[in-house]
T-cell receptor, first 118, second 113 residues
């Protein structure tokens, strides 16, 4: 059973270009989270999605950033017109469908995408 | 306001010493879950433990143990007889009813041989 798959592992962009980060959750998982990790800042929540729905995007910058989790295919985190400050590690995590018991299952993390903006 | 506070930014210990990583959380929910994750130098976060708010029993798993105290809103993590392979960044996390997960800023542990 494959884990959470993120690609690319490393992404280099020049200022002003677009960055697209992909995340395939574990099989059977319908919840996806995106986090950004900056040195000495820990993991910062960005967005929480379920299939075809954005549940919570309170951590997403209002401009240039967007996320989707389509019915088919991976979740995409898209950063338009990247700036140097966007350089960071971006982690995706998934969890199973939450049943009526609401057990808040643990998050399974991918290996992350290291974005470098030149 | 920070929901999860890990006051220790960096800790260094000599191999075989015991070390405790602190975690303090803040929530108004009566049902919530606490987690610890390990991030080794390879970068991927590895799940260590999950506890719910109704289970205050301390847990031991090998050299790892966790002390959950609701009275002080703390969920501390102790590594006994530390080893070099324990060197990593450790994150404490809180999950509430909203199914949102909040992470602390992490504690970087270095075990010196």
């Amino acid at each position: 059973n494959a884990g959470v798959m993120q690609n690319p592992r490393h992404l280099v962009r020049r200022r002003g270009q677009e960055a697209r980060l992909r995340c395939s959750p574990m099989k059977g998982h319908s919840h996806v989270y995106w986090y950004r990790q900056l040195p000495e800042e820990g993991l910062k929540f960005m967005v929480y999605l379920q299939k075809e729905n954005i549940i919570d995007e309170s951590g997403m910058p209002k401009e240039r950033f967007s996320a989707e989790f389509p019915k088919e295919g991976p979740s995409i985190l898209r950063i338009q017109q990247v700036v140097r400050g966007d350089s960071a590690a971006y982690f995706c995590a998934s969890s199973p469908r939450i049943g009526s018991g609401r057990t808040n299952e643990k998050l399974f993390f991918g290996s992350g995408t290291q974005l470098s903006v030149l | 306001a920070q929901k999860v506070t890990q006051a220790q930014t960096e800790i260094s210990v000599v191999e075989k010493e015991d070390v405790t990583l602190d975690c303090v959380y803040e929530t108004r929910d009566t049902t919530y879950y606490l987690f610890w994750y390990k991030q080794p130098p390879s970068g991927e976060l590895v799940f260590l433990i999950r506890r719910n708010s109704f289970d205050e029993q301390n847990e031991i798993s090998g050299r790892y143990s966790w002390n959950f105290q609701k009275s002080t809103s703390s969920f501390n993590f102790t590594i006994t007889a530390s080893q070099v392979v324990d060197s990593a960044v450790y994150f404490c996390a809180l999950s509430e009813f909203s199914n949102q997960f909040y992470f602390g800023t992490g504690t970087s542990l270095t075990v010196i041989p």
